[in-house]
């Protein structure tokens, strides 16, 4: 199992991530009380502190679409967290920060090598 945090200083919060073939496990410990049996991946947010989020992995799942599918989920979260609005003329935002959380995610797991800057 990996466990690691991404601090997102900008937005005042924290994701954990967590990778494991344990889903539904790690999931129930969080505290998320729905069936998530098959899930490759699951993007929580904790009531008791909603500047903490959570994104599970399936280690034997795991690939680029999962990767971006559970960090838009995320991005979204947290946009929506500090009222920031997604529409035509404001979408920079929500780019960047997807962008930043697939990297860390493919950092994380292992996959490919952080993009050098051009």
Request: hydrophobic share 35%; aromatic share 8%; proline share 3%.
């Amino acid at each position: 199992m990996i466990k690691k945090t991404i601090i997102i200083p900008i937005y005042n919060c924290q994701v954990d991530v967590v990778v494991t073939d344990k889903v539904e496990e790690v999931a129930e410990q969080a505290g998320f009380n729905e069936e998530c049996t098959g899930y490759e991946g699951l993007t929580l947010s904790y009531p008791s502190n909603p500047s903490i989020y959570c994104i599970i992995l399936r280690k034997s799942a795991i690939d680029a679409c999962v990767i971006a599918h559970e960090c838009y989920h995320l991005t979204s979260k947290i946009m929506r967290a500090c009222d920031v609005r997604y529409d035509a003329g404001n979408i920079e935002p929500f780019a960047y920060l997807h962008g930043y959380l697939v990297e860390e995610l493919h950092k994380i797991v292992g996959h490919g090598k952080k993009r050098s800057k051009v």
